[in-house]
């Protein structure tokens, strides 16, 4: 069974400059998750969907972050401008169910914005 | 707010030792406690994920135990190994899913 995809795997790109991210999840899972990881910190969640609804998005700062789940599969996150502390890696999961399962992580994209 | 604390922030220990890591918790009311390793550079790794009605889960020479009265909970890793080094992070659920810094683990071989 294939795992949690995720392109591209780095990506450098100047302050002001858009980008985005590809997730792929695991076959059947309704849930996926967006985090956001910092060096020696702990993965923090942007957003949560079920299917195609984003059931939890409190922690996505929506001036400049966006993201979208078609056909409640592939999800893709962007950012519009990028800002130098935006860089981090941006890690996708998912999971069967809401709450009660596993959560499978991709490899993660590290953003450097210089 | 739940809060979530890893303590120690680093560990080395000799390779062969049983060892464990501590997780703690300021609010109870969670749906489940879920450990994970993560290598450098790479993502996260399910371990153990104990529900909140389940005191233990068990994998191989991993126990991972959930007190949620204290707030608590524990991976006990048994007869270490160098390919145990990394960091292990463990990710609380309740409305939300909160991680906590994680753990930097180094066996020493």
């Known amino acids: 069974e294939a795992g949690v995809v995720q392109s591209p795997r780095y990506k450098i790109i100047e302050k002001k400059q858009p980008v985005a991210f590809w997730c792929n999840p695991i076959?059947?899972?309704?849930?996926l998750y967006w985090y956001l990881q910092n060096l020696g910190q702990g993965p923090e969640l942007l957003i949560r969907?079920?299917?195609?609804?984003?059931?939890?998005d409190s922690q996505l700062p929506k001036d400049r972050f966006s993201a979208e789940r078609l056909k409640g599969v592939d999800s893709t996150l962007k950012i519009q401008p990028a800002e130098l502390g935006d860089s981090a890696v941006y890690l996708c999961?998912?999971?069967?169910?809401?709450?009660?399962?596993?959560?499978?992580f991709g490899p993660g994209t590290r953003l450097t914005v210089l | 707010k739940q809060e979530v604390t890893q303590i120690p922030a680093a560990l080395s220990v000799p390779e062969g030792e049983n060892l464990v890591l501590n997780c703690s918790f300021t609010?109870?009311?969670?749906?489940?406690l879920q450990w994970f390793r993560q290598d450098p550079g790479k993502g996260l790794t399910s371990l153990l994920l104990?529900?909140?009605?389940?005191r233990e889960q068990t994998s191989g020479r991993l126990n991972a135990s959930l007190d949620k009265s204290s707030g608590r909970s524990t991976l006990y890793i048994a007869a270490s190994q160098p390919g145990d080094s990394a960091t292990y992070l463990c990710?609380?659920?309740?409305?939300?899913?909160?991680f906590g810094k994680g753990t930097r683990l180094h066996i020493l071989p």
């Open positions: 609010d109870s009311a969670i749906y489940n």
């Open positions: 999961a998912s999971s069967a169910a809401a709450v009660a399962d596993t959560q499978y």
């Open positions: 990710a609380v659920r309740d409305d939300k899913i909160i």
């Open positions: 104990i529900q909140s009605s389940q």
């Open positions: 969907y079920e299917n195609e609804e984003a059931v939890d």
């Open positions: 076959s059947g899972h309704n849930t």
